[in-house]
């Protein structure tokens, strides 16, 4: 499969379900994220999103929304 037929794919889905933004980037964002939120390495995910370096694996899985979430303080002035 062409990196072509795989934007035209991403394309039309976008456009099925209402949405304007038709770039991959945020697709591979998520993904990473997902991946090392479930315990998958920065090897792995660099592996799979066909990275060659570890820094732009980083880019891409940059958050770990449930450990940033175990460690958040409350808002100030929040009833939290």
């Known amino acids: 499969m ?3 037929a795989v ?3 991403i394309r039309s889905a976008y456009r ?3 949405l304007t ?7 591979r964002h998520a993904f990473a994220c997902r991946l090392v939120e479930n ?3 920065l090897k792995e995910v660099a592996d799979l999103l066909r990275h060659r370096s570890l820094n732009t694996t ?9 450990k940033l979430a175990a ?8 009833a939290s």
């Open 21 to 27: 933004h038709t770039r991959s980037h945020a697709l």
């Open 2 to 4: 062409t990196a072509h």
């Open 71 to 78: 460690v958040a303080l409350p808002w100030p002035g929040s």
């Open 58 to 66: 980083l880019i891409y899985a940059k958050l770990d929304t449930p």
């Open 7 to 9: 934007r035209s794919v």
């Open 16 to 18: 099925r379900i209402g």
């Open 39 to 41: 315990g998958s390495s």
